[in-house]
């Protein structure tokens, strides 16, 4: 039902949130629903782990879509899910080779040093390079629904403002000042900079004994020109995700700790104006007692259990074991109950914590019947 | 020493230090001091060092396109993280402890002054790689450890830094497995909760499901931990309303202790 509400009229669906709480599991779990409703489904993820094919278990999964075999799982005809993993680095070379007005030119590119820097680990590119690659596949049309698995944020803004923080680094204004010292010789004091940002620049190259200078210049020089390309594409990447064709999804743990960045988190997109579609929390803790008080129950258990035969030592184990467990179930609760109350009216959907902790189709499968209770 | 990378600052918080957020070192306990390694501030610091005129060195860090080089230069930010440590060791420092980032970024870390040592072949940054690779690959000066969770993924993970790490030449102690359930059930246990039935107390039948609940739990636990190579430590789940904190770190350090 609320699953249901969340999906409703979206063709991309991003999740987001804090590292180590089954994100991957939940986008797939999310995926495999939608699958089941007879939509044409594409999982992505970007994590270099390598997540989602553990997750699906794909053996092998390259940047292409790659189809989930899901037979025997009751799915309809029409419903496919295919995954992809993300190679950022990949995806920008490609666009490069795109943007560039000749194969010199992009080959240039290619084998700067800085742009390899730039492409490979600049805080930004992969989830940057994300957008761009589901703008691609999104643009292509092959599919009724793209679930997006982002990176572990702390914070929203690092996913949203990736591309223009890559953007800024490709424009180029912070590093021209670096290279042109006497562009501005009225201003004393750019002046100053430029003179001594030279002779810290050689302390640098000195340091890292690589050519900086050198390099700069040849990667501002080779994306001359092919900037205004990548700002188009990035602000229409930015168009789609701010639509109302776009929801974010919220994957937390019921833990404190990735709660309080849950909540963090949405308040940076109400903030940002992105559409928002409800959050899912993991790994609850099953509340035993079935909302039945805690007051006294490890005592009434401990009387319990031996009124019905199991020996003393035994039940005390038991007892003590439910009073812990359904401490911690209580804890999940009130989380739980302040982030629904922080996000209402969009759902909330629980998925609890599974026996078998192995994260195969199987999890995958188990944790989407759960999303669609 | 305990110094952290990437400016997380999670051991300021996990020590409950006061004041705003820095990258000078901070004391949190007695013969303990914390740093949040910034690769700006480094940076400044290594210039100051190098450069004659002094002062000017830390405005120019200051400025956006300085930050710029500090953000792209490759390998800048790893060989001055690795730096610091190294000045940490040659001052007061007995020991650094470094959180190191996520496993991939953290072995690319490592394995920063080989790749310097092969592009540079003369001069002073010859020098800095040959003198951080002697400390790193020292079996009596380095060691690295493995932390994991007793779940699937992470324990994956860590198989896939340790074969990694086998490809560089920086020694490995060993694994640690962190937030382990303790055995509470004893054999036999199963079979006697098997008296209770559907007529018998609700908090009894609670109690039943529950421990069912934990021994599957702690078996697929123990499955997953026989997968961890080298294995040094296993480390019990501390369960609290807040995040980690001074108490949970002193009562795992004690653990450690008696091992």
New interface residues.
């Given amino acids: 039902m609320s699953l249901e509400a969340v999906l409703q009229g979206k063709r991309i669906v991003v999740c987001a949130g804090a590292g180590?709480v089954g994100k991957?599991t939940c986008a797939a779990a999310i995926g495999m629903a939608a699958a089941g409703r007879s939509m044409r489904v594409l999982v992505m993820t970007i994590d270099?782990?390598r997540?989602l094919a553990?997750a699906l278990g794909l053996p092998d999964i390259g940047d292409e879509p790659h189809r989930v075999d899901l037979t025997g799982r009751g799915m309809p005809a029409a419903g496919r899910l295919d995954a992809l993993m993300l190679d950022a680095k990949g995806t920008f070379d490609r666009l490069v080779r795109e943007h560039a007005p000749t194969t010199e030119r992009a080959e240039r590119i290619l084998r700067n040093?800085?742009y390899?820097?730039?492409s490979g680990a600049?805080?930004g590119s992969q989830e940057y390079m994300a957008m761009e690659r589901l703008w691609e596949l999104h643009a292509e049309g092959g599919y009724d629904l793209i679930v997006l698995d982002t990176p572990p944020a702390?914070n929203a803004l690092d996913f949203l403002d990736a591309p223009g923080r890559v953007m800024r680094?490709i424009e180029g204004r912070?590093?021209r000042?670096?290279l042109r010292p006497g562009l501005r010789a009225g201003r004393l004091g750019l002046r100053v900079?430029g003179s001594?940002?030279q002779?810290?620049?050689s302390?640098?190259e000195?340091?890292?004994?690589?050519t900086?200078l050198e390099d700069?210049s040849e990667f501002l020089g080779a994306f001359d020109g092919m900037y205004e390309g990548f700002r188009d594409r990035a602000e229409r990447v930015g168009e789609l995700l701010a639509s109302e064709r776009t929801t974010f999804v919220l994957i937390t743990s019921a833990e404190?700790?990735p709660i309080?960045e849950a909540e963090a988190f949405w308040q940076a997109l109400v903030e940002h104006g992105m559409p928002f579609g409800g959050a899912v929390v993991n790994k609850v803790h099953?509340d035993?007692?079935?909302g039945?008080g805690r007051r006294g129950?490890r005592s009434?258990?401990q009387?319990?259990?031996v009124?019905?035969?199991?020996?003393e030592a035994?039940?005390t184990?038991?007892?003590?074991?439910?009073d812990?467990?359904?401490?911690?179930a209580s804890?999940d609760r009130t989380a739980i109950e302040r982030l629904e109350r922080l996000i209402a009216p969009q759902p909330l959907l629980c998925v609890p914590?599974l026996?078998?902790?192995?994260?195969d189709l199987d999890a995958v499968s188990a944790v989407s019947r759960h999303l669609e209770r | 020493m305990i110094a952290e990378t990437g400016g997380?600052e999670r051991m300021i918080r996990l020590f409950e230090l006061a004041g705003p957020a820095g990258s000078e070192p901070r004391p949190a306990a007695p013969n303990l001091e914390v740093l949040s390694i910034d690769p700006r501030h480094a940076?400044q610091s290594?210039?100051q060092a190098?450069?004659p005129?002094g002062g000017?060195?830390g405005?120019?860090?200051d400025?956006?396109?300085?930050?710029?080089?500090a953000?792209?230069?490759?390998?800048?930010r790893e060989?001055l993280a690795l730096s610091t440590i190294r000045n940490l060791l040659a001052g007061h420092h007995d020991t650094v402890v470094l959180d190191a980032p996520a496993?991939?970024h953290a072995i690319g870390m490592l394995e920063v002054p080989r790749t310097?040592q092969r592009?540079?072949r003369v001069?002073?940054?010859?020098q800095?790689a040959e003198s951080l690779v002697r400390l790193l690959e020292d079996d009596r000066q380095t060691a690295v450890v493995l932390v994991s969770?007793?779940?699937?993924?992470?324990v994956?993970?860590t198989l896939?830094a340790w074969e990694r790490l086998a490809t560089t030449h920086v020694p490995c102690a060993g694994t640690i497995a962190n937030g382990v359930l303790e055995p509470?059930?004893?054999a036999g246990?199963e079979a006697?909760?098997a008296?209770?039935?559907d007529g018998?107390?609700?908090?009894?039948r609670?109690?039943?499901?529950?421990?069912h609940?934990?021994m599957?739990?702690t078996a697929?636990?123990r499955e997953?931990l026989r997968r961890l190579p080298s294995p040094l430590a296993e480390l019990p789940l501390i369960?609290g309303?807040?995040?980690p904190g001074r108490a949970e770190a002193a009562e795992l350090a004690g653990l450690l202790e008696g091992l």
């Fill in positions: 180590g991957t270099p782990a997540r553990g040093p800085i390899r820097q730039v600049v805080a702390r680094f912070a590093l000042l670096l900079l001594g940002t002779v810290m620049m302390a640098v000195r340091l890292t004994g690589l900086l700069v404190p700790e309080g099953p035993h007692l079935q039945r129950v009434r258990a009387r319990q259990l009124d019905a035969g199991v020996p035994v039940a184990r038991a007892a003590a074991n439910l812990g467990l359904q401490a911690l804890r914590r026996d078998h902790d192995v994260d | 997380q940076l290594e210039l190098q450069l005129i000017i060195a405005r120019l860090v400025t956006r396109a300085v930050a710029a080089v953000q792209t230069a490759p390998a800048l060989l496993t991939g310097l592009i540079a001069g002073p940054v010859r800095r969770t007793p779940e699937d993924l992470a994956s993970e896939d509470l059930f004893e246990d006697a909760l008296v209770v039935g018998d107390g609700p908090a009894a609670a109690a039943v499901a529950a421990a609940a934990r599957a739990q697929a636990e997953l369960q309303d807040l995040p």
